[in-house]
């Protein structure tokens, strides 16, 4: 149903796609201007259910078209592409209601909350015919593409291993939060990962069926307040993820070390490092970071309010739909993202190696409390903060 306006590019007619916007907060407004000021694409319609949200977001990139109805929505502006930049516990719900319409879709990371929800998802994509995107901005981004690069001219020797850190948030809330990033970005460098080993602690001890909770910002079920996992990917690379609560969240621990056989690589959002030397050397020659050089993609403006990654994000959908293909963060590899979470949840509750994928699709930590008598967990706060203050009082503390 969705239909197309056409542009000239280049001396050439190509397709504009058209974009609804379903959720205005912080990532719905940064998705909107990046596919705002992209010159293939065309914001229709926006859509939350607060008016304020509409009308800051609507005023800003001129958007007259704004909805509290997503049904509305898609039926009055026919979009090529519905965006949903909303909280994690609505992605199912709100793909499989958006499907319906026969539009490509794209949703924020993590794409659902458990794999069986994922798998139905992907279901009704094929079933329909579309293509769909899972927000991991990271991965198109200026220091990925530079790190990428790095890897095929051969800078760094062959990838041996590769060691990724979080923000110090709560270690299964960090995992299931900017965890899909980590993971997005491992699988993109080493290719699939084929098992997860893990261990999980809370209050310094291994977790404990009562240790499982439900998620701050409704991301599901999770447990442990620090969590390391080991991945292992093909040609025998293997990668550490470290999701460790800290007294404060600290961004400055967050990025991935790439080892090689002749140097190293670091990797975080903007930034994209080299070492030419596998090994620390104190006080050699060769043991000085050197920054690579970041290129933007023709029509991103520095110094405009579209985030950069973002706005590369949506530059690959265009792309991909031009050429008939997955997109680079497709829904196929946001599963395989939601497939190494599970698993390592899964390892750290079983105490044993879990190999992927999984034959069981439900959430592994429901099972495991089930199998001891317990039922779900109760809802819990959606406010990280208060949240955090309940377990810690859980924890007596």
Known sequence: MAVTSEATVNGGAM????????????RGTSAARAYHIHPRCQIVGLCDLLPERLQTLGEELSVSARFTDLDDMIKETQP????????????????MRVLEYGTHIEVEKPMCATLD????????????????????????????????TAIKEGRIGELRYMT?????????????NIGTHLVNNLLHLAGHCRSVSAMAHTDGRPVEPEDVLSSPSG??????????????????????LIHHRFSQVDS???????????????????????????????????????????????????GGAANEADYAFVDEFVQALDEKREHLCSGVAGRHVMEVLMGIFESAAYGQRVLLPQEDRHHPLLRWRKEHGL?????LPRDLFTWLEL???????
């Not at 994690?88 to 719900?93: G, M, P, Q, S």
């Not at 990724?164 to 299931?176: Q, V």
């Not at 377990?391 to 503390?397: F, K, T």
């Open 80 to 95: 090529d592409i519905v965006a949903m930049p909303t909280a994690t516990e609505l992605h199912y719900d709100l793909c």
């Open 117 to 148: 929800q994922a798998d139905t998802v992907l279901r009704k994509v094929r079933a329909k015919g579309v293509r769909m995107a899972v927000h991991h901005q990271g991965r198109c981004g200026a220091s990925m593409r530079a790190i990428t």
């Open 164 to 176: 990724a850190s979080g923000k110090g948030y709560y270690g299964g809330y960090g995992l299931m």
């Open 391 to 397: 377990e810690d009082q859980r924890l007596g503390r």
């Open 219 to 240: 991301m599901g079920t999770i447990c442990g307040e620090r969590i390391t996992a080991t991945l292992h990917f093909d040609k025998n690379v293997t990668g550490t």
């Open 15 to 26: 397709r504009t796609y058209r974009i609804a916007i379903l959720g205005c907060r912080g």
């Open 375 to 379: 039922d779900d967990p109760e809802p």
């Open 252 to 302: 400055t621990a967050y990025g991935i070390e790439i080892m090689g056989t002749d140097g190293r690589l670091f990797w975080k959002s903007g930034e994209a490092w080299h070492l030419p030397n596998p090994h620390f050397v104190p006080d050699g020659a060769n043991d000085q970071w050197v920054a690579l050089p970041l290129s933007y993609l023709d029509g991103f403006d520095p």
